[in-house]
């Protein structure tokens, strides 16, 4: 059964850049969440062989919402104003960075629940965003991530969002039950290309890009 979802106002958005926006994580988004994340497409991404309950995801939420010192989580939207049921932001994903406080360095996670938004660049614009929060708001020296080799459409978008990739661990994932390698990416403030998202809310200019 699809979840619908009632908002009163439009969400609290972060950031925006190409019709994607960043907000925070949202106790009332908890199944949708959930659901998103027990999706064969998702579970398969991140080489989970078992489902998660709701209540598991239940504990996990509010421990999430609750430790935001060594982590920075983001409800990914696309923005949808020519849709006929009039709701312009609409929820279709996560994102997430937890930080390492001592070497300002960050895991960078992220899917994107809706199928209708995968391929559309959603995921490149919400990790274009991500990485501008991290080099430029939360004072990161470099975010990191390891995706499965087979994942070819998401080391493409983290590609053209500004990760490199800088090595493979072999056989340590999974892909429809055979072993995988995994690519090894990362992403620094030097080389960020992207839009200065931060730095125009910040000072009230036109989002520039990096030189």
């Known amino acids: 059964m699809e979840l619908t979802i009632n908002e009163d106002t439009a969400p609290d958005l972060w950031l925006t850049h190409d019709g994607v926006g960043l907000g925070p994580l949202r106790a009332d988004l908890l199944e949708l969440y959930w659901r998103w994340e027990n999706s064969l497409p998702v579970m398969a991404g991140y080489a989970r062989q078992t489902p998660e309950s709701l209540t598991e995801r239940t504990a996990g939420l509010d421990h999430q919402l609750s430790d ?36 300002r360095t960050a895991e960078f996670f992220i899917y994107i629940g809706e ?3 995968r391929g559309r660049g959603t995921g490149t614009a919400a990790t274009t965003m991500v990485l501008d929060w991290a080099f430029h708001l939360a004072a990161l020296r470099c975010v990191h991530l390891s995706v499965i080799a087979q994942n070819t459409g998401a080391i493409r978008a983290y590609e053209k969002a500004g990760f490199r990739i800088v090595g493979t661990r072999r056989r340590t994932g999974s892909w429809l039950g055979q072993p995988a390698d995994e690519v090894i990416m990362d992403a620094i403030p030097e080389e960020y290309m992207g839009p200065r998202l931060v730095e125009a809310a910040v000072l009230g200019a036109s989002p520039g890009t990096s030189r």
Not at 71 to 100: C, K
């Open 68 to 103: 935001t010192e060594t982590q920075t989580r983001f409800t990914i939207y696309r923005d949808h104003t020519d849709n006929s049921d009039g709701e312009m932001w609409r929820p279709v994903g996560l994102a997430s960075l937890l930080i390492d406080d001592r070497y």
């Open 115 to 117: 199928p209708a938004e």
